[in-house]
C-alpha cells in the first residue's frame, strides 16, 4: 500500500507513521518510511544539521523542498509498501507560509500527482484546535511551525488541499478523541477496500 499522510503539526502523524512502520514489520508488509517534509527534518540530522536547515535563504529552502518532491515520486513508484508524511500537500501549506514568499507555481500540485502510482491513497489527519493545542503543550517541538492562533487556519488550508487533490481515494480520520492504536486501526479498515489482490491476501493470513 502506497500512502500520503498529511495533515497540521501534532495532529498525529508521526505517531501513525511509527505505528504502521512496525506493523508492518511485524506483519509483512516493509514500509519504505520518509517523515521528513517539515523544516527542520528531523528523522535524519542531528541538532546542528538541523539550525543550519532552519538558517537556509527562502530561495534555498523552495529549490530543496521541489527536489524532495521529485525524489518522492521516484520513491512512491520503485516501492510497494510506502508511508510519506507531508509531501507536495504540506508544502502547499507550510511552504509559502513559513519558508518562502509565494506559493509554487499555480497547478503544480496537480501536476506531480499524475506521476505518482494510481493505487496511491492520501490521508487527512484531523483534530480539533483544542486538542491539537494541549498537545502542542504536552509535547513541545523544539521547532515548532503553527502557532496557537493559526492552529485553526492552517488546519482548514489543509482540508483544502486535501479536497483539491486528484489522489484518489482519500481517507480522513479524526484523531481528537484516538488513540494511537485506534488510528492504526482505524486507517487499515478504510484502506482495506483500495488493496491489491495480493495486499488482501496478506492482510487475510494474519
Known amino acids: ?10 495532529v498525529g502523524k508521526t505517531t501513525l507513521a511509527n505505528n504502521i512502520h512496525s506493523w508492518g514489520q511485524e506483519n509483512g508488509f516493509p514500509f519504505h518510511l520518509d517523515d521528513h517534509f517539515t523544516i527542520p527534518d528531523t528523522q535524519n540530522l542531528n541538532e546542528d544539521e538541523q539550525e543550519r536547515m532552519v538558517n537556509l535563504g527562502p530561495v534555498v529552502k523552495e529549490r530543496f523542498q521541489r527536489f524532495q518532491i521529485h525524489y518522492h515520486i521516484q520513491v512512491l513508484q520503485h516501492h510497494d509498501h510506502v508511508f510519506i508524511t507531508g509531501c507536495h500537500i504540506e508544502e502547499a501549506v507550510y511552504g509559502p507560509r513559513y519558508y518562502y514568499d509565494g506559493a509554487m507555481p499555480g497547478g503544480y500540485g496537480r501536476k506531480i500527482e499524475t506521476e505518482f502510482p494510481s493505487d496511491t491513497i492520501l490521508v487527512l489527519l484531523t483534530a480539533s484546535a483544542e486538542v491539537i493545542a494541549q498537545r502542542m503543550k504536552a ?11 493559526e492552529i485553526q487556519e492552517v488546519s482548514e488550508e489543509f482540508l483544502h488541499e486535501f479536497g483539491q487533490s486528484w ?9 481528537t478523541e484516538h488513540s494511537p492504536q485506534e488510528v492504526m486501526e482505524e486507517l487499515l479498515s478504510l484502506v482495506k477496500p483500495h488493496l491489491a489482490e495480493k495486499d488482501l491476501l496478506r492482510l487475510a493470513s494474519l
Open 1 to 10: 500500500m502506497r500512502l500520503i499522510v498529511v495533515g497540521c503539526e501534532n
Open 139 to 149: 509535547n513541545p517541538h523544539k521547532y515548532t511551525l503553527v502557532k496557537e492562533d
Open 167 to 175: 489522489i484518489r481515494p482519500k481517507i480522513r480520520i479524526d484523531t
